[in-house]
């Protein structure tokens, strides 16, 4: 079992940044597997940006160049920081991580750009 919570969300101006945490109930030293996902209203969620199995960093391409995606393992965290936040980038963030077999999925932060 894997506990997943984000944190971070909030009310942005364009232009703006953010910083969401998420934080993992176990070592995140072993998933090689995990990442964000965005929903935003009538739309389907999607992909943001995720490590894959080798460790490499991809991202969306509406994201790529904004937003860094990292993590720290001593502090069993992921983070996913953005810049040069846009309205289009409002939605729900969730973080994702697949461990044996298993999609876990956090509760979601709110991310609101507007002026």
């Known amino acids: 079992q894997v506990q997943l919570v984000e944190s971070g969300g909030g009310l942005v101006q364009p232009g703006g940044s953010l910083r969401l945490s998420c934080a993992v109930s176990r070592t995140i030293f072993s998933i090689n597997s995990m990442g964000w996902y965005r929903q935003a209203p009538g739309k389907q969620r999607e992909l943001v940006a995720v490590?894959?199995?080798?460790?490499?960093?991809n991202y969306a391409d509406s994201v790529k160049g904004r937003f860094t995606i990292s993590r720290d393992s001593a502090k069993n965290t992921m983070y996913l920081q953005m810049n040069s936040l846009k309205p289009e980038d409002t939605a729900v963030y969730y973080c994702n991580v697949w461990y044996r077999g298993y999609d876990y999925w956090g509760q979601g932060t709110q991310v609101t750009v507007s002026s």
């Open positions: 490590f894959t199995s080798g460790g490499i960093r």
